[in-house]
């Protein structure tokens, strides 16, 4: 009787993945690992465009842009909810950042593709799928997979340079995009679309990121055009220029900066 007591009375491994407790976590929250699950797919497509090992680039770069919008659409509809025919529902739509790189991925589906496109959304996936993988391992439990702990600890380490990467890539594809419509890569109307979907990054309430890069772009060049080497021309040239992109900011950011906080 004794052994028998000890036998059934011991306890169960410890350290070993809680295969479970997982299989729970992904009944519980199906749409969190379903867009988990895309974002990794982003990731093995833009994979498959820079090194087109798997098949054609060019249909690699338009599944980015529609797993991207796949994703965009379950954010919305997580902080959202139901389509609502009503203004208030189409101002609180217009105010996500969900709802922008939904439209980022409609500009683009319909434009000759461009590496540059894709490094927003390569680089969005790949810092929310670090932070739910983190999730992930902690369910199968703490000592769990240590190396990928640790690329995703650098991940998270680097997040701000990536959200700042991400904001000078979201501002340069602005030019770039007048140059794509000039080149007939894109239709002419694309910078205009382009300018509104930059003008509501701008004036983001939750996300910063574009307005601080306008800011550092902005006294970088107006820096340079003090520099006693710079020549008049060119001093003149930049400062035309930051003032027409002045000029272009919505004002009311600029008149509510307490949003910022």
Known sequence: MADSTTTNSAPPQQGGPNFNALKEH?????????????????????????IPIF???QSAYYKVLIANAAISALRLHQRLGRV???????????????????????????VAPATLVLIPVLLFAILHASSYSLTLLDTLGQNSWWGCRLLISFVEFQSLNILRLVSLSEIILMPYTVIMA???????????IYYNFLSQR?????????????????????????????????????????????????????????QQQ
């Not at 992904?26 to 820079?50: E, Q």
């Open 182 to 192: 000039l080149s007939g890569k894109a239709g002419l109307l694309t910078p205009f």
């Open 202 to 258: 701008y004036a983001s309430r939750r996300n910063p990121y574009t307005r601080n890069m306008f800011r550092e772009l902005r006294v970088m060049f107006e820096n340079l055009a003090k520099k006693p080497r710079t020549p008049e021309i060119i001093r003149t040239a930049i400062l035309g220029i930051v003032a027409f992109v002045c000029k272009l900011s919505p004002q009311t950011v600029q008149a509510t900066p307490q």
């Open 26 to 50: 992904f009944i519980a929250h199906k749409i969190d690992c379903g867009l988990w699950a895309i974002r990794l797919l982003v990731f093995l497509f833009s994979f498959g465009y820079f």
């Open 84 to 110: 609502q025919l009503s203004r208030q529902f189409l101002a609180e739509l217009i105010q996500e950042d969900s709802a922008h790189y939904l439209f980022y991925s409609l500009i683009f589906l319909y």
């Open 55 to 57: 098949g054609q680039a």
